[in-house]
């Protein structure tokens, strides 16, 4: 390592570099639990229920000598665990995905440029940029910092924070614990300042990695629909298990033939017991949270794809959010300029020089930034002055910074103070400045909020009121407006000389008040609104879900934003000094009719969620600092920006939006309403369907009458029931009057009575229709394989039907046939192909205990599928009135 490191001058490693150190080192992460691979997907199938039933069933067909059936079951156990590979396969990739996205993000060097990357990507020799609440992506060694502390009391369990300093000469990796070390370690988080380190260790071999095997540990947590499938689940496992029993009792006792009546038994089992649907939930959370990244929002927790279709309220920065974050200085207005003049315009003098009255203004905002800025604001100064101020004695990249003060809620200013190149004797041509020695000149330069840079030059009110109005006037035209001062201090270290003898560089005051500030100017930053977000507004108004804007900016610069992208105003603007003099019970009084709030604070933040949630709103709330977190896990819903946002307001939000955009929280609220309403539409065929074939499986044993329904034919039944739920459903687009409805209530369950009623009596026609035509076709004598043929044909049918109407709460089942659904016409054409195999391919037919269908008794199948339609089109008509 080198004794000195400069920052503005750090290459890194190459890109080609770090691939290959990628592949010698391989990833930076813990040891975690590994995903799951074909084979422990194939054990978890083979402990499926269904699975076990149809093995049973085998074994009992061999020890009846029935050997064609035996085989014909294994051959469906194939089919099924095909169909369950292919699932959980889709799910454990989708859940893979959404790994990577999650991966922890890191700012490194490389080739000379910032950029981010995930943190499982960091390699050794990186070069890891850090700022204020990141957390921190491996250990590494401080080459550069300013005021730079970290909390590592994951690993020493000390909960303050530790200072770091830049390292010098030789060093080697140490233990954490103690200040004044110039190492950071993996997992800690970055409370203050900044720094540039290079990595020495990663994964395993860090010191998170030496503690982290308990890690390997933690189970994926389960989310309110989970709990609810899990009760409901054992629930009907118990009635079913009890039938299932009674069954075999009572086929054993009333015919004397036990294993037959295992048979039966074994097949109202696979009917009834309730196995798909615990595996659909999850199915669907999964690939519902990966269609959710698709759109640029990554669900960190799974309980947030089933909140966020519930949303109601959308607490929304604006910085960002509705604007696109690429600041650009708009207006100048310097201090030295005559009174009552003009703020000067850089859109309207673009091809002119800037005027030497603002040149100041320009320098010192610069030098209140960082050297090589990450901030948008900063970058528009940085910009600026290359324009402008190249090649003059405006721009100092040979002076040093000592040091810097921070933002504070307190005090919404930030000032550098910097040690100049030249001297006092060089700097000034009085007697008095020759007759001294050589002494350095320090500047110190603030930029803020323009109240608290008054405050930092101790205005007078009159002062105040004219800022106040040059301030009101820039702001009315939707620019940001930030204030900026100066100071200038001589000194030949130590002590300073008169007037301020009391300061030394290597003392610096605690608190920017302690310079003698004087005021520059004004300056007015532009920020153009997103081209998306004025119609999502309106989509949301659309949906039932109402819009509030949160914003650190004038409420002039806030009014201004949400005209032009159409947010409406219900009363007038809160601002953050109004809110903290409000009592809670006033807030939520006050915030009923409030959607613009200015002048805001983090901090404030979390008081607009509780007052928001005390009046039930469901709220969804946007973050990207530090200070944002605690409002993050208050909200239904929180929201971190994964462009600008800190890795605390990530690890502290359901919901992390990639590309920082409003539109695609709205895409994910419209992705969340579909998601609920397929999953809803899944668990409704689920319940209608095993109505039929549970009906068909016990009515036959009760009334001593053939057995329709045997193991071979509900196993056929499976492999359309499976697809159908977990895939056909799961990908139906979404309903076009999804963001034309209201929020959901998020404490209504996914079996409300209204689904239940509709499932049932889906259920009870389909089962009403297939006994009519068994008991038509005993009624004519025309035997048990008639029977049970005509009556399995009219019942795949019928599932066919129920499949299309279950498509679509609104629509008409046959419009559905134009939704651009690949598997619903898979599943269709399959489950038609292999009845047509089974019921004319002789083989199969003799399996199936079938006899050959003509043309007639097609026709009476085709005549029950339809009626079954029509009974389902009237239940949805019906249901729409009432509704």
Not at 103 to 119: F, M, N, Q, Y
Not at 202 to 218: D, P, R, S
Not at 405 to 432: C, F, G, N, T
Request: glycine residues 8%; proline residues 5%; charged residues 20%.
């Amino acid at each position: 390592m080198v004794a000195t490191f400069d920052p503005n001058t750090a290459i890194g490693l190459s890109e080609q570099n770090a691939i290959a150190q990628l592949k010698d080192d391989g990833y930076n992460e813990l040891p975690s639990a590994e995903s799951r691979n074909l084979l422990s997907i194939a054990w978890n199938s083979i402990q499926d229920p269904i699975f076990l039933l149809l093995v049973g069933g085998g074994i009992i067909y061999w020890i009846l000598g029935d050997l064609q059936e035996a085989l014909i079951l294994l051959g469906f156990v194939f089919f099924i665990t095909g169909i369950s590979l292919y699932q959980e396969g889709k799910t454990e990739h989708a859940l893979e995905a959404l790994r990577d996205l999650s991966s922890p993000r890191a700012l490194v060097i490389r080739d000379g440029e910032r950029k981010r990357i995930a943190g499982r990507e960091v390699v050794r020799g990186d070069f890891l940029v850090l700022a204020e609440g990141d957390r921190v992506s491996a250990d590494a060694i401080v080459l550069s910092c300013s005021n730079l502390s970290t909390d590592e009391s994951l690993l020493t369990g000390e909960s303050l924070p530790v200072r770091k300093v830049t390292a010098v000469g030789n060093v080697e990796m140490a233990r954490p614990g103690g200040d004044e070390l110039p190492f950071v370690y993996s997992g800690t988080l970055v409370v203050q300042g900044q720094g540039i380190a290079q990595v020495k260790a990663i994964g395993a071999q860090t010191e998170m990695g030496k503690i982290g095997k308990a890690l390997q540990k933690i189970k994926p947590e389960t989310t309110p629909l989970q709990q609810e499938m899990n009760r409901l689940v054992s629930r009907l496992f118990g009635i079913a298990l009890s039938l299932c029993v009674a069954i075999v009792v009572i086929y054993g006792f009333t015919t004397g033939d036990w294993l037959k009546g295992v048979l039966a038994g074994i097949t109202l089992a696979m009917a009834i017991l309730p196995n798909e649907f615990p595996v659909v939930v999850t199915i669907f959370l999964a690939l519902g949270a990966w269609r959710i990244s698709q759109n640029h929002v990554l669900a960190r927790r799974a309980s947030a794809v089933e909140t966020v279709g519930s949303a109601t309220v959308l607490c929304v920065d604006k910085t960002g959010t509705l604007t696109q974050n690429q600041m650009a200085v708009q207006q100048l207005l310097g201090y030295n300029q005559p009174e009552n003049s003009q703020p000067y315009d850089l859109g309207l003098h673009s091809s002119e020089a800037l005027p030497e009255a603002v040149h100041q203004l320009v320098e010192f905002c610069i030098l209140a930034s960082q050297r090589d800025p990450f901030d948008p604001m900063e970058k528009a100064f940085k910009q600026l002055g290359d324009r402008y101020l190249a090649h003059t004695e405006h721009l100092h990249s040979d002076w040093k910074l000592l040091r810097e003060y921070p933002l504070s809620p307190h005090l919404l200013a930030m000032s550098h103070v910097w040690e100049s190149a030249v001297s006092v004797r060089k700097a000034s041509a009085s007697a008095e400045a020759s007759a001294m020695p050589n002494h350095k000149l320090y500047e110190v330069a603030a930029k803020g909020a323009p109240e608290a840079i008054a405050d930092l030059c101790h205005f007078k009110p009159q002062q105040q009121q004219v800022m106040a109005a040059q301030v009101s006037q820039m702001a009315t035209q939707g620019l940001r407006v930030l204030g900026v001062a100066k100071a200038s201090l001589v000194g030949a270290p130590p002590p300073f000389l008169p007037p301020h003898p009391s300061l030394n560089p290597n003392h610096l005051p605690e608190k920017q008040h302690d310079f003698p500030f004087e005021f520059i100017g004004l300056v007015g930053l532009s920020d153009p609104v997103r081209p998306t977000v004025a119609a999502a507004i309106q989509e949301c108004y659309t949906a039932g879900i109402r819009v509030v804007m949160i914003t650190g900016d004038y409420p002039e610069t806030a009014q201004t934003i949400a005209r032009q992208v159409g947010l409406m105003q219900m009363g007038a603007v809160v601002t953050g000094a109004e809110l903290d003099g409000m009592s809670d019970a006033e807030l939520e009084q006050r915030i009923q009719s409030t959607n613009i709030f200015a002048r805001a604070v983090p901090e404030h933040k979390l008081r607009l969620v509780n007052a928001l949630k005390s009046k039930g709103e469901v709220v969804a709330m946007t973050g990207d600092g530090v200070n944002d977190a605690p409002a993050l896990k208050a909200a239904q819903i929180g929201i971190a920006m994964g462009e600008r946002g800190t890795d605390v307001a990530r690890e502290s939000a359901a919901l992390v939006l990639l590309d920082d955009d409003f539109s695609s929280i709205v895409q994910a609220v419209k992705l969340g309403r579909r998601i609920f309403d397929n999953l809803r539409k899944a668990m409704s065929y689920l319940i209608a369907i095993h109505i039929p074939i549970a009906g068909m499986s016990l009515i036959p044993v009760l009334f001593k009458l053939p057995l329709v329904l045997l193991p071979v034919h509900v196993a056929f039944l499976h492999l359309i029931i499976d697809p159908a739920c977990s895939i056909v459903l799961e990908a139906e687009p979404a309903e076009a009057t999804v963001m034309q409805r209201p929020p959901r209530n998020p404490k209504e369950p996914l079996f409300g009575k209204k689904t239940l009623s509709l499932a049932v009596l889906q259920g009870c026609g389909i089962l009403a229709v297939v006994l009519a035509i068994f008991a038509i076709a005993l009624y004519r004598r025309q035997g048990e394989f008639d029977a049970r043929a005509l009556t399995f044909t009219t019942l795949i049918l019928a599932n066919l039907a129920l499949i299309l109407s279950e498509g679509s709460t609104s629509r008409l089942s046959l419009k559905i046939l134009k939704s651009p659904n690949p598997a619903l016409w898979w599943v269709l054409g399959g489950g038609l192909l292999f009845l047509g195999l089974v019921l004319y391919v002789p083989f199969l037919r003799h399996l199936f205990s079938f006899s050959l269908l003509r043309a007639i008794d097609l026709a009476i199948c085709l005549g029950g599928g339809l009626i079954s339609l029509i009974w389902f089109e009237l239940l949805k008509q019906t249901t729409k009135m009432r509704s």
